[in-house]
């Protein structure tokens, strides 16, 4: 059978997907109150994404975050569980018996096979250019682009874009995102 781009079995085609790469360090303009990285497509579809720390950030308490920031303070990764410290060097890269992408001894990654259990709210993508659906306890994404608000990356002492300056003079990291565009 050939190859024709589209699906079987009655679902609907996919157009195209796409990894996208963003490069940040720690003198990365605005990277405290929200340097600017991606502005998504409406209707595009947020699959996955997961941060590798190349540079080991200094200074105190360095944590990672992106999103819109639209709704709170807060990113994805918050919403998920908690901002991404970046104050080690990620290690190779190893799959955990759910088949998770695992950095190092931080779960820096946003599609998780794991149940979330009661507190759904944690569960929630945080911001109002992504959909979710806040009674489903098992993922936060893939999800859908509603708006396209430019999504920002963060690095402060809590990950927020109003936290306290870390004061790093080192560190540099890579953001991967991966969207499909719904035929």
């Given amino acids: 059978m050939g190859s024709s781009g589209g699906s079987s079995g009655g679902g609907g085609a996919v157009n195209a997907v796409k990894v996208r790469k963003f490069a940040f360090a720690h003198n990365t303009p605005n990277i405290l109150t929200g340097a600017t990285f991606f502005t998504p497509t409406v209707g595009d579809i947020l699959l996955d994404g997961w941060l590798e720390v190349g540079t080991a950030w200094d200074g105190t308490t360095p944590l990672f975050d992106f999103g819109d920031f639209t709704l709170s303070h807060n990113g994805i990764f918050f919403g ?80 927020a874009n109003n936290g306290a300056d870390p004061g790093s003079t080192v560190g540099a990291g890579i953001l991967y995102l991966v969207t499909a565009t719904p035929a």
């Fill in 80 to 159: 998920l569980s908690l901002a991404v410290d970046v104050k080690q060097a990620d290690v190779t890269p190893a799959l955990t018996p759910f088949g998770t992408l695992m950095q190092g001894n931080v779960d820096n990654y946003i599609l998780s096979n794991e149940l979330v259990g009661t507190n759904v709210q944690d569960a929630t993508v945080s911001g109002s250019a992504i959909s979710y659906n806040p009674n489903n306890a098992t993922r936060s994404i893939p999800a859908k682009f509603t708006s396209a608000t430019p999504f920002k990356m963060v690095v402060s002492q809590n990950g």
